[in-house]
Every structure is written in structure tokens, then in C-alpha cells.
């Protein structure tokens, strides 16, 4: 079985600091193919890309996003925007294959609305112009969110395919609305969860090829993990979940979400 865990956050030291290898090595035996590394800032994604030099060998394909996160939107300045492109400029001799994560949370108010949507159109334009996938959250702003994407759709400022609603939590019309535009739909351990609600029909209607399995580690454990520090290896629970709610096999659901994932970020660090 090979899985490819499109969204984690191994960059968070503190999380992993004593037992990276370990984690590695569990994500391999537990078929994890390819990890991508998601960003919330700058300093993430500069960790991401040390990460995945040192541990070239580790028998995991590690790939990287750049990205700034929406809560931490008022760091997005001048020189991140100038740091951001001195990256994607070599994006493809350092393992880039996505800007993010990016996008609206209003969940928090750390960052005012508007601060938020400038850096979201700004990185999505990074990602247009870079010919990237984007990694889109979106919590308490769905709204807000559609408006800004069927702006640049209409403006013809998507990519064929855009990218990815990571961790989508959003309802069965949302997700129609993001399908057409060509997005993918990513999901992780909160599916497996008992309350899990709108989620199972998002996924139950989603198309087989446009859905992706993640962990978001080290948040998000699946059952049984549930309140623990989640790690790629446990991206086998969702993968299981996922099989379940579209009656086929774990085998079956881990190849189709893993080319799904190969289409969109390529086979390749
Ligand atoms: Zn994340």
C-alpha cells in the first residue's frame, strides 16, 4: 500500500524534536510513501526545506509548501513577498510543489479581515504566477473564501487546478461550488470521529479523483488517537474511514488518493 499524507507539519521542532526519525520510520512502515510538509509562515517553510535535505535518505519522499498561514496574516510584509519569490524561483530544485497553507480564518481575530484577504489574494497570485497548486484553509470564512476565488476564477486567475481545500469541513453545496472550480477536497482524523457530520456526505458525493487524505499533524488525530499528537503513519485511519464511506476497498482508497495527490503535486520532491 503506498499513501501520501498531502498535509503535515513535521517543521514544528518542539512536536518532534526528540523522535523525528521515529516518526519517519513509522510513516514508512505504515506504507506512507510521501509527506507534504505544509507551511503557516515563513520560518516554517524555511524548516520545511532543511528538513527534507536532511532526511533525503529517510525512505519517505518529503516535498514542501511556502505559505503564510491567515492568522499570523500581518506578518505577510515587503520582504516575505520578496522572501516568497527568491524560493519559487528555484522552486524545483528545493522540493516546492505548493504555496501554503494560505486562505481566511475568522475563527481567531489576530488578524483583521481585511489583512487576511490581502495576503491570501497575494499568495494565490504567487501560486498562479508559479504555475503551483495552492493549499487553501478555511475556517469560520466560507464566505469570504468563495467570494475571493470566484473573483480570480472569473479573472481567469486559477490554475486549471487550483489546489486544495485542506481539512474541508465545509457543507455539500460548498463543496459542489469548489469541485467546479476545479479544486480538490482534503480530509483528516476528525472524519473518523463519532460526530463527524457534514463531512461523510462531502465525501460520499465528492468524485473518487478529487479527493485527498492528510494528518495536518501534529493536530487532528484520527480515532483512536484522538487527543493525542497525531504523525503521518496514522494517515492509515482516515484512509480506512474514507474506504468505508465510499464502499471500497483500503487498497483501492489509498492508490486512487495517492495518484489523486501525484496528479496535483506531482511524483516528485
Ligand atoms: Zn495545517
Same mark, same amino acid.
Given at each position: 500500500m503506498e499513501i501520501f499524507d498531502t498535509h503535515a507539519h513535521l517543521n514544528w521542532r518542539e512536536e518532534y524534536k526528540d523522535d523525528i526519525d521515529a516518526v519517519l520510520e513509522n510513516a514508512k512502515n505504515a506504507?506512507?510513501?510521501?509527506?507534504?510538509?505544509?507551511?503557516?509562515?515563513?520560518?516554517?517553510?524555511?524548516?520545511?526545506?532543511? &528538513?527534507?535535505?536532511? /532526511?533525503?535518505?529517510?525512505?519517505? $519522499? =518529503?516535498s514542501c509548501a511556502v505559505g503564510v498561514h491567515p492568522e499570523v496574516a500581518t506578518t505577510f510584509d515587503?520582504?516575505?513577498?520578496?522572501?516568497?519569490?527568491?524560493?519559487?524561483?528555484?522552486?524545483?530544485?528545493?522540493?516546492?510543489?505548493?504555496?501554503?497553507?494560505?486562505?481566511?480564518?475568522?475563527?481567531?481575530?489576530?488578524?483583521?479581515?481585511?489583512?487576511?484577504?490581502?495576503?491570501?489574494?497575494?499568495?494565490?497570485?504567487?501560486?498562479?504566477?508559479?504555475?503551483?497548486?495552492?493549499?487553501?484553509?478555511?475556517?469560520?470564512?466560507?464566505?469570504?473564501? &468563495?467570494?475571493?476565488? /470566484?473573483?480570480?476564477?472569473?479573472? $481567469? =486567475?486559477?490554475?486549471?487546478t487550483p489546489g486544495v481545500l485542506h481539512c474541508f469541513s465545509g457543507s455539500v453545496e460548498t463543496a459542489k461550488i469548489l469541485l467546479d472550480m476545479g479544486f480538490y477536497l482534503g480530509f483528516d482524523g476528525p472524519i473518523t470521529f463519532k460526530n463527524a457530520r457534514k463531512a461523510p456526505d462531502v465525501i460520499r458525493m465528492c468524485p473518487l479523483d478529487r479527493l485527498l487524505v492528510e494528518t495536518d499533524s501534529p493536530y487532528m488525530a484520527p480515532v483512536p488517537f484522538r487527543g493525542h499528537r497525531n504523525e503521518p503513519a496514522y494517515v492509515k485511519y482516515v484512509v480506512e474511514e474514507m474506504a468505508r464511506l465510499k464502499e471500497i476497498s483500503v487498497e483501492e482508497m489509498a492508490r486512487i488518493t495517492t495518484e489523486n495527490a501525484q496528479r496535483l503535486f506531482g511524483k516528485d520532491t
Amino acid at each position: 500500500m503506498e499513501i501520501f499524507d498531502t498535509h503535515a507539519h513535521l517543521n514544528w521542532r518542539e512536536e518532534y524534536k526528540d523522535d523525528i526519525d521515529a516518526v519517519l520510520e513509522n510513516a514508512k512502515n505504515a506504507g506512507v510513501t510521501h509527506i507534504l510538509l505544509a507551511s503557516s509562515e515563513l520560518h516554517d517553510s524555511k524548516i520545511n526545506m532543511d &528538513l527534507r535535505e536532511a /532526511k533525503k535518505d529517510c525512505g519517505v $519522499k =518529503l516535498s514542501c509548501a511556502v505559505g503564510v498561514h491567515p492568522e499570523v496574516a500581518t506578518t505577510f510584509d515587503d520582504e516575505s513577498k520578496w522572501q516568497m519569490e527568491q524560493w519559487l524561483k528555484k522552486k524545483d530544485e528545493l522540493g516546492i510543489v505548493a504555496v501554503g497553507e494560505i486562505g481566511m480564518d475568522y475563527h481567531y481575530d489576530d488578524a483583521s479581515p481585511a489583512a487576511e484577504a490581502m495576503a491570501f489574494i497575494y499568495q494565490m497570485g504567487l501560486a498562479y504566477r508559479y504555475d503551483l497548486p495552492a493549499i487553501i484553509h478555511e475556517r469560520d470564512a466560507c464566505e469570504d473564501t &468563495l467570494f475571493i476565488l /470566484k473573483s480570480l476564477s472569473e479573472q $481567469k =486567475l486559477l490554475r486549471e487546478t487550483p489546489g486544495v481545500l485542506h481539512c474541508f469541513s465545509g457543507s455539500v453545496e460548498t463543496a459542489k461550488i469548489l469541485l467546479d472550480m476545479g479544486f480538490y477536497l482534503g480530509f483528516d482524523g476528525p472524519i473518523t470521529f463519532k460526530n463527524a457530520r457534514k463531512a461523510p456526505d462531502v465525501i460520499r458525493m465528492c468524485p473518487l479523483d478529487r479527493l485527498l487524505v492528510e494528518t495536518d499533524s501534529p493536530y487532528m488525530a484520527p480515532v483512536p488517537f484522538r487527543g493525542h499528537r497525531n504523525e503521518p503513519a496514522y494517515v492509515k485511519y482516515v484512509v480506512e474511514e474514507m474506504a468505508r464511506l465510499k464502499e471500497i476497498s483500503v487498497e483501492e482508497m489509498a492508490r486512487i488518493t495517492t495518484e489523486n495527490a501525484q496528479r496535483l503535486f506531482g511524483k516528485d520532491t
